[in-house]
């Protein structure tokens, strides 16, 4: 992990420079801005949060908020996708039919089980969590102290930690004194992030002046760089659930890279104003 801090190249340098000139102030990534292979859900009128918002004694209104403001929210994954029973009925029993506590090891969102239940919709984040050593951690030893989807992802909201906050979170199985070791991860981690969030960044930018350049032969060839970029960063994303972090900078190099060779010709290309005089 110390190499991986110490082998950033001059690209690297130069493309965060070209971010300070190209790019304004975006936010952090969140929500659902990462690209991933989501499979689309379809699901009947949920009326778990209505009536858990409707009465006053009912449990987990926080929890029912944090879903109202999230991308499941907007794509319409209810309660009911991850906890199971009824979500059409108002009757409480009905409603809670065969829902289990979350320590029971037969629930949906046992520990253990949440790769299962979000790789319903998340397959291929799934796949590349399972090749990784805390997930066979986690199979083997549910209540061991290694990430689930939950830990980096929440409860229900399904957002994206921002770089500080995955330093955060890889700190506390990795920080210093903690049984795991390697504070250098976790720095390492936010590193790689924020190199990934530059990266987007820049690209949405570019993107911005890809339509401006006059020759179409030109501007095709740009607009397949900038799909070759943007798998990049899929790419990147995808590496990340592996949390194996010589890969994700592999992952993060060759995309970075690509944004940045990109905005070179694209900038190198834009019709020059005419001279006066």
């Not at 082998?7 to 790019?23: D, F, K, N, T």
Request: glycine share 6%; aromatic share 4%; with cysteine.
């Amino acid at each position: 992990m110390v190499s991986m801090l110490e082998r950033r190249s001059a690209p690297s340098l130069a493309g965060i420079a070209l971010l300070l000139v190209l790019a304004a102030p975006a936010p952090a990534v969140a929500g659902d801005g990462m690209p991933q292979a989501v499979v689309p859900f379809t699901a009947p009128k949920s009326l778990c949060a209505d009536c858990h918002m409707a009465t006053a004694t009912a449990r987990s209104r926080a929890h029912v908020l944090d879903w109202e403001r999230s991308v499941h929210a907007r794509r319409n994954v209810g309660c009911d996708a991850c906890h199971g029973g009824e979500p059409a009925t108002m009757d409480p029993m009905k409603a809670h039919l065969q829902i289990l506590d979350n320590e029971d090891p037969k629930s949906p969102i046992y520990r253990a089980n949440l790769p299962a239940t979000c790789g319903k919709c998340h397959p291929r984040s799934t796949e590349r969590f399972k090749e990784s050593k805390h997930y066979t951690i986690l199979m083997s030893t549910p209540n061991a102290r290694v990430p689930t989807c939950s830990t980096c992802h929440g409860d229900i909201g399904g957002s994206l930690p921002d770089p500080e906050q995955v330093r955060t979170i890889c700190a506390q199985c990795h920080g210093v004194g903690t049984p795991a070791g390697h504070p250098e991860y976790a720095a390492g981690a936010k590193v790689l992030m924020m190199q990934y969030a530059a990266a987007r960044m820049m690209l949405d930018e570019v993107a911005n002046f890809i339509p401006l350049i006059p020759d179409p032969v030109l501007r095709t060839s740009f607009e397949t760089d900038e799909t070759r970029a943007r798998l990049g960063l899929t790419a990147v994303a995808e590496a990340d659930h592996t949390l194996d972090y010589d890969e994700i900078e592999e992952k993060v190099t060759v995309a970075f890279e690509r944004v940045v060779s990109l905005i070179r010709r694209v900038m190198s290309s834009m019709p020059r104003p005419p001279t006066k005089g």
